[in-house]
């Protein structure tokens, strides 16, 4: 028995690891025999002993310079299942944390949303101008792919399975032969998982992904998001009775898997085809089941309780005699009738729980919600409320969180190739013989030009490029789309790399192209699509707001905007922004945008929604996303905001039911909070506070680019120090990791960017420049290193940069990164580049020791430390062993093992780390 409080509380988390762990080496040692287990197992001692200093690391290293590649593939195996069991343990370990919390009746947490509502209730908010703030209540989160979430279908299931058991195992109290049936269950799930591939052997295919993302909607989506979305209403009506909030769900899905298609050439009209109807079929196919299952529970008879005329009416469907005195049966066929029509008349597929009765399709989705409204009513003017309250409530908000879509596609892509492509049409319609040569105000004059005409620039016999041929047919797929399933299947369109009106008014002339933008006879023009423009690097952030004045002063663009209730989405890259310009400097531009943003959308009379690009990892804006919506500057979150969540990450929140509750309530919550509260903290010292935080990324991005863009050699030293080309080579993901083929760090795209420095455990994305910032800043002066500890006691923007960056210096390892910098072949170029990295990764650590005044990474990060404590020891093999496999590899040995062991290695060691790109 321990007598550490800390300790005690999460001894039942070193109970499961300790337990999954042991099942797993037995599994090894019967699967791929003793002398693989027994390799693991001096690979697990030693990786611990090196923790402890009682080990030199080139000891450890040397364990694996002479195995075979047939043996050193079980052994990334083993701890690459391990890192997948022991996030699982984590994850049921917070759970069950939460409910002993619960249960001892404390306080709600910070990001729950029962605490949200303490804060608000306490504020005393007027209900007015609470309506007046959510009047555009959105919380999207945007389901984008990744190349290590490569997962089948098979592993996440199993994973489901044992966390089950584990949870039974957990909440009940078992005799012997019950935990003996529990202990052999998990054996045979860990045996399924350990004989199942982790990864496909062939390049995962754009509709693998898609399917990958729909399996969420099954696992946590369908039933999470309707009931948060319900909840919120309820209470927030509570708060503030008279006051109609949220008419319209606040949470809904989205998605970029099938439209995104910058720098992807796999995304076609039939892969957008396909992403919207797979949607669909996923939505249709539940509300299916769920009425069935309502068929088969609500045999209420009409001799035992009331029925409203319009509940008999809808039974009219079906006049079965033993079921004439059961109407709700009989309506709720009548309306899985209809909706089995709907689904034949959308889809290429047929669907599960059909009912076949020869009724009409729905002509959208509040056709079903009507009916599915007589059904409640009559249920409740019965006195049957109570059952009107369970699996029909939930089917309720369920349609109309997801109506016939199920998730909105955005659709992507690059300014660059608008431009070629309304080159092309423009010199074939006889609009313009040579757009480019344009300048702006001569574009912007054409292209207004033609967004009065309602005619179209393409004929019968034209003839164009590929690329353009492509792009008109992923445009008119996409105006299907809109055109069988509603305007929320493609709800945006997205345009990267945006720095002009031009890029913007390009966007609307394919719009119109492909049938979506319709001009008026006044001039005007409607689009049920937003056009949202995407600015990513720190030039196009800081310029950003003068791009949308510019645009709002062009008619065309206004009245598009205008005729979506003067709502206007702008998308901002935390990816390209810090590969631009350094960790501290990408954040600082993001937040300086924000701000002019929300300036210039009050000057221009309109409402700002924004779309937060954010990655997995700190180096592409990931982080806690509760404290990072709090940290949003004031006015940037009026209500309403999206953001993409993408890969491991898309597991790690969302692959159970508890995990995505929590993660979607913490969503809302924040959005809540930074709408409705004041939680930026500076007062009448925000200007000053801004001041400062301009020098120093100013400071930090000089830093940064002395490294990244004005050392010698320094790509050279990157490519060769990490496994960038082998992510570009190898069979991880559907899209290129470039956007041209090119060496430039500027075309690399950023999650092979972030990922290659988060696998060689450098993680330079998330603190470069940051030290030598704020030690040339505070230089020396007491007083100036007061003013950085003020702002991160006070300032949510500035603790939450220094704490994600404290995350990312606790998971780095520059005694690993050492190993990665051997692989570079000149020594003299290996020395310089690795002892600036080295000297910056000091110094960071330092001065964030000086600001925060603490000697500890994780002090206000307990569960992470945790993980870092009991699991990072197993991640020491998995980087000697990519290591290693990179060094064959690179010396020209072709078998095809080497290949899938370094492809094993990345899946590893990011399901290990949680947040690789």
């Given at each position: 028995?321990?007598?550490d409080?800390g300790?005690?509380?999460t001894?039942?988390?070193r109970?499961?690891?300790?337990?999954?762990?042991?099942?797993?080496?037995?599994?090894v040692?019967?699967?791929?025999g003793?002398?693989?287990?027994?390799?693991?197992?001096?690979?697990?001692?030693?990786?611990f002993a090196?923790?402890r200093?009682?080990?030199?690391?080139?000891?450890?290293?040397?364990?694996f310079?002479d195995?075979p590649?047939?043996?050193a593939?079980?052994v990334?195996r083993?701890?690459?299942?391990?890192?997948?069991?022991?996030?699982?343990?984590?994850d049921?370990?917070?759970e069950?944390?939460r409910?002993?919390?619960?249960?001892?009746?404390?306080?709600?947490?910070?990001?729950?949303?029962?605490h949200?509502?303490?804060?608000?209730?306490?504020?005393?908010?007027?209900?007015a101008d609470?309506?007046?703030?959510l009047?555009?209540?959105?919380?999207v989160?945007?389901?984008?792919?990744?190349?290590?979430?490569t997962?089948?279908?098979?592993?996440?299931?199993t994973?489901?399975?044992?966390?089950?058991?584990?949870?039974?195992?957990?909440r009940?109290?078992?005799?012997?032969?019950?935990?003996?049936?529990?202990?052999?269950g998990?054996?045979?799930?860990?045996?399924?998982?350990?004989?199942?591939?982790l990864?496909?052997l062939?390049?995962?295919?754009i509709?693998?992904?898609?399917?990958?993302g729909?399996?969420?909607f099954?696992?946590?989506?369908?039933?999470?998001m309707?009931?948060?979305?319900?909840?919120?209403?309820?209470?927030?009506?509570?708060?503030?009775?008279?006051?109609?909030?949220?008419?319209e769900p606040?949470?809904?899905?989205?998605s970029w898997i099938?439209?995104?298609?910058?720098?992807?050439?796999n995304?076609?009209?039939?892969v957008?085809?396909?992403?919207?109807?797979?949607?669909?079929?996923?939505?249709?196919?539940h509300?299916?089941?769920?009425l069935?299952?309502?068929?088969?529970?609500?045999?209420?008879?009409?001799?035992?309780t009331?029925?409203?005329?319009e509940l008999l009416?809808?039974?009219?469907?079906?006049?079965?005699?033993?079921?004439?005195?059961?109407?709700?049966r009989?309506?709720?066929?009548?309306?899985?009738?209809?909706?089995?029509?709907?689904?034949?008349?959308?889809?290429?597929?047929?669907?599960?729980?059909?009912?076949?009765i020869?009724?009409e399709?729905?002509?959208g989705?509040?056709e079903l919600?009507?009916?599915?409204?007589?059904?409640d009513s009559s249920?409740?003017?019965?006195?049957?409320?109570?059952?009107a309250?369970?699996?029909?409530q939930?089917?309720?908000e369920?349609?109309?969180t997801?109506?016939f879509?199920?998730?909105?596609?955005?659709?992507?892509?690059?300014s660059?190739?608008h431009e070629?492509?309304?080159?092309?049409?423009?010199a074939w319609?006889?609009?313009?013989?040579?757009?480019t040569?344009?300048?702006?105000d001569?574009?912007?004059?054409?292209?207004?030009?033609?967004?009065?005409?309602?005619?179209?620039?393409?004929?019968p016999?034209?003839?164009?490029?590929?690329?353009?041929?492509?792009?008109?047919?992923?445009?008119?797929?996409a105006?299907?789309?809109?055109?069988?399933?509603?305007?929320?299947?493609?709800?945006?369109?997205?345009?990267?790399m945006?720095t002009?009106?031009?890029?913007?008014?390009e966007a609307?002339?394919?719009?119109?192209?492909?049938g979506?933008?319709?001009?008026?006879?006044?001039g005007?023009?409607?689009?049920p699509?937003?056009?949202?423009?995407l600015?990513?690097?720190?030039?196009?952030?800081?310029?950003?707001?003068?791009?949308?004045?510019?645009?709002?002063?062009?008619?065309?663009?206004?009245?598009l905007?205008d005729?979506?209730?003067?709502?206007q989405e702008?998308?901002?890259?935390y990816s390209d922004?810090?590969?631009?310009?350094?960790?501290l400097?990408a954040?600082w531009a993001?937040?300086?945008?924000?701000?002019?943003?929300?300036a210039?959308?009050r000057?221009?009379?309109?409402?700002?929604?924004?779309?937060h690009g954010?990655?997995?990892?700190?180096?592409?804006?990931?982080g806690?996303s509760?404290?990072a919506i709090?940290?949003?500057?004031?006015?940037a979150?009026r209500?309403?905001?999206?953001?993409?969540?993408q890969?491991e990450i898309?597991a790690?929140?969302?692959?159970?039911?508890?995990?995505a509750v929590?993660?979607?309530?913490?969503?809302?919550a924040?959005?809540?909070?930074?709408?409705?509260?004041?939680?930026?903290g500076?007062?009448?010292?925000?200007?000053?506070?801004y001041?400062?935080?301009?020098?120093?990324a100013?400071?930090a991005?000089?830093?940064?680019?002395?490294?990244?863009?004005?050392?010698?050699?320094?790509v050279?030293y990157?490519?060769?120090?990490?496994?960038?080309e082998?992510?570009?080579?190898?069979?991880?993901?559907?899209?290129?990791?470039?956007?041209?083929q090119?060496?430039?760090?500027?075309d690399?795209?950023a999650?092979?960017?972030?990922?290659?420095?988060s696998?060689?455990r450098?993680?330079?994305?998330?603190?470069?420049g940051?030290?030598t910032?704020?030690?040339?800043w505070?230089?020396?002066?007491?007083?100036?290193?007061?003013?950085?500890?003020?702002?991160?006691?006070r300032?949510?923007?500035?603790?939450?940069?220094?704490?994600n960056m404290?995350?990312?210096?606790?998971?780095?390892?520059?005694g690993?990164?050492?190993?990665?910098a051997?692989?570079v072949?000149?020594a003299?170029?290996?020395?310089?580049v690795?002892?600036?990295?080295a000297?910056?990764?000091?110094?960071?650590?330092?001065?964030?020791?000086?600001?925060?005044?603490?000697?500890?990474?994780?002090?206000?990060?307990?569960?992470l430390k945790?993980?870092?404590?009991?699991?990072?020891?197993?991640?020491?093999?998995l980087?000697?062993?990519?290591?290693?496999?990179?060094?064959?590899?690179?010396?020209?040995?072709?078998?095809?093992?080497?290949?899938?062991?370094?492809?094993?290695?990345?899946n590893?060691?990011?399901?290990?780390l949680?947040?690789s790109?």
């Amino acid at each position: 028995m321990t007598s550490d409080p800390g300790r005690a509380a999460t001894e039942p988390l070193r109970d499961d690891i300790r337990l999954l762990g042991g099942i797993l080496g037995d599994t090894v040692r019967e699967q791929a025999g003793p002398q693989i287990f027994d390799l693991v197992e001096r690979a697990r001692q030693e990786s611990f002993a090196v923790r402890r200093s009682e080990l030199d690391r080139e000891q450890l290293a040397a364990l694996f310079a002479d195995v075979p590649t047939a043996e050193a593939i079980p052994v990334i195996r083993a701890f690459s299942h391990f890192a997948l069991l022991a996030n699982l343990a984590e994850d049921l370990h917070r759970e069950r944390r939460r409910a002993i919390h619960v249960r001892a009746g404390e306080p709600p947490q910070a990001s729950s949303l029962a605490h949200t509502y303490g804060l608000l209730e306490d504020a005393g908010l007027d209900g007015a101008d609470v309506a007046a703030a959510l009047r555009h209540a959105l919380v999207v989160p945007v389901i984008t792919a990744h190349p290590t979430e490569t997962r089948r279908r098979t592993v996440f299931d199993t994973q489901h399975r044992i966390t089950e058991l584990m949870r039974y195992r957990d909440r009940t109290q078992l005799d012997a032969r019950e935990e003996e049936r529990v202990q052999v269950g998990l054996r045979r799930q860990i045996l399924t998982l350990w004989d199942t591939a982790l990864v496909r052997l062939e390049r995962l295919r754009i509709q693998d992904e898609i399917e990958n993302g729909l399996r969420y909607f099954d696992s946590a989506f369908l039933q999470v998001m309707p009931a948060i979305n319900r909840e919120a209403r309820i209470r927030l009506r509570e708060l503030y009775p008279g006051t109609p909030l949220l008419s319209e769900p606040i949470v809904r899905p989205g998605s970029w898997i099938g439209g995104d298609r910058d720098g992807n050439p796999n995304v076609t009209d039939e892969v957008v085809t396909m992403a919207s109807r797979r949607a669909a079929a996923t939505a249709l196919g539940h509300y299916l089941r769920e009425l069935l299952q309502l068929e088969q529970e609500l045999a209420l008879s009409s001799r035992l309780t009331t029925v409203a005329d319009e509940l008999l009416t809808l039974a009219a469907w079906d006049d079965s005699p033993k079921r004439a005195d059961e109407p709700y049966r009989r309506a709720l066929r009548g309306i899985r009738g209809r909706l089995t029509a709907t689904a034949d008349a959308l889809l290429d597929e047929q669907l599960d729980a059909r009912a076949e009765i020869g009724a009409e399709p729905y002509g959208g989705p509040s056709e079903l919600l009507a009916d599915l409204g007589v059904v409640d009513s009559s249920l409740r003017a019965g006195g049957d409320g109570l059952i009107a309250d369970d699996r029909l409530q939930a089917l309720r908000e369920a349609v109309n969180t997801f109506g016939f879509h199920l998730s909105g596609l955005d659709m992507r892509q690059n300014s660059d190739v608008h431009e070629e492509t309304i080159a092309e049409l423009f010199a074939w319609a006889g609009v313009h013989p040579d757009y480019t040569a344009l300048d702006e105000d001569e574009r912007v004059r054409l292209l207004t030009a033609e967004l009065r005409l309602r005619r179209p620039l393409v004929g019968p016999g034209a003839a164009f490029s590929e690329q353009t041929t492509k792009e008109l047919g992923v445009l008119r797929a996409a105006a299907r789309a809109v055109e069988s399933l509603g305007a929320r299947a493609i709800p945006n369109y997205i345009i990267s790399m945006c720095t002009s009106v031009s890029d913007l008014l390009e966007a609307a002339v394919l719009l119109k192209e492909a049938g979506l933008l319709r001009p008026d006879t006044d001039g005007g023009a409607e689009c049920p699509v937003n056009i949202v423009p995407l600015f990513e690097t720190i030039e196009d952030l800081q310029q950003g707001a003068a791009t949308m004045r510019a645009a709002f002063a062009v008619p065309a663009y206004r009245s598009l905007v205008d005729g979506k209730g003067g709502l206007q989405e702008i998308m901002l890259g935390y990816s390209d922004s810090n590969k631009d310009g350094g960790y501290l400097a990408a954040n600082w531009a993001l937040y300086r945008a924000e701000l002019d943003l929300v300036a210039m959308a009050r000057e221009a009379g309109i409402t700002l929604r924004l779309f937060h690009g954010r990655g997995g990892t700190v180096g592409r804006g990931g982080g806690p996303s509760y404290d990072a919506i709090l940290a949003q500057p004031p006015g940037a979150v009026r209500g309403s905001l999206r953001l993409t969540e993408q890969g491991e990450i898309i597991a790690a929140k969302y692959a159970e039911p508890a995990l995505a509750v929590r993660n979607l309530e913490s969503l809302v919550a924040a959005t809540l909070e930074s709408s409705l509260l004041d939680v930026e903290g500076l007062g009448d010292d925000a200007e000053e506070a801004y001041a400062v935080l301009d020098e120093l990324a100013a400071l930090a991005r000089d830093a940064y680019g002395d490294l990244v863009h004005r050392t010698d050699g320094f790509v050279e030293y990157f490519k060769t120090s990490t496994p960038v080309e082998e992510i570009g080579s190898l069979n991880i993901g559907s899209r290129p990791s470039s956007r041209k083929q090119t060496s430039k760090i500027s075309d690399l795209r950023a999650i092979p960017w972030v990922m290659a420095w988060s696998l060689s455990r450098v993680m330079l994305p998330g603190f470069y420049g940051t030290g030598t910032a704020f030690e040339a800043w505070i230089g020396g002066e007491p007083a100036r290193l007061e003013r950085l500890r003020d702002l991160y006691r006070r300032w949510p923007f500035f603790r939450s940069v220094l704490s994600n960056m404290a995350q990312v210096l606790a998971k780095s390892d520059l005694g690993l990164a050492a190993r990665y910098a051997d692989l570079v072949p000149d020594a003299a170029l290996r020395e310089r580049v690795f002892g600036k990295i080295a000297d910056e990764h000091r110094r960071t650590i330092e001065m964030y020791f000086a600001i925060t005044e603490t000697d500890d990474l994780l002090a206000d990060n307990h569960a992470l430390k945790r993980s870092v404590f009991n699991r990072f020891p197993y991640l020491e093999p998995l980087n000697h062993l990519q290591v290693e496999l990179l060094r064959r590899y690179r010396s020209g040995d072709e078998d095809p093992l080497v290949q899938r062991g370094i492809l094993l290695t990345m899946n590893g060691l990011a399901t290990a780390l949680r947040n690789s790109g």
